[in-house]
């Protein structure tokens, strides 16, 4: 069994805003693409690495409904280490 990812502990290489009327993955793209990230490349769509619907139904959860905890999604997408909060993506190397 692989170690559960965690936050790093280093400063992050991008942040993005999660704008209220935007999908999760949407800010994930933008937070890749300041990133650098070749999204072009072979394997590069983001639903061959994650189940971004989820991800997007996990953080319209949580904006509709104001009793509900934070999350943190924390992945390896395009090797960097993502993390998702309902506020932010950031990226780390």
């Known amino acids: 069994m692989a170690a559960p990812e965690q936050v790093p502990d280093d400063l992050p290489v991008a942040r993005t805003a ?10 994930l ?7 650098h990230v070749d999204l072009d490349g072979p394997d590069s769509r983001l ?5 971004a ?4 139904a996990l953080a319209a959860h949580h904006r ?16 960097r280490t993502f ?5 932010a993506v ?4």
């Open 18 to 27: 999660i704008e209220a009327d935007e999908e999760a993955t949407d800010a």
């Open 64 to 79: 509709s409904r104001e009793d509900t905890g934070d999350f943190v999604f924390v992945a390896t997408l395009w090797e």
């Open 83 to 87: 993390v998702v909060t309902p506020e």
């Open 47 to 51: 639903y061959d690495q994650t189940d």
């Open 29 to 35: 793209i933008r937070a890749a693409k300041r990133a």
């Open 53 to 56: 619907g989820a991800l997007d």
């Open 90 to 93: 950031q990226v780390y190397p």
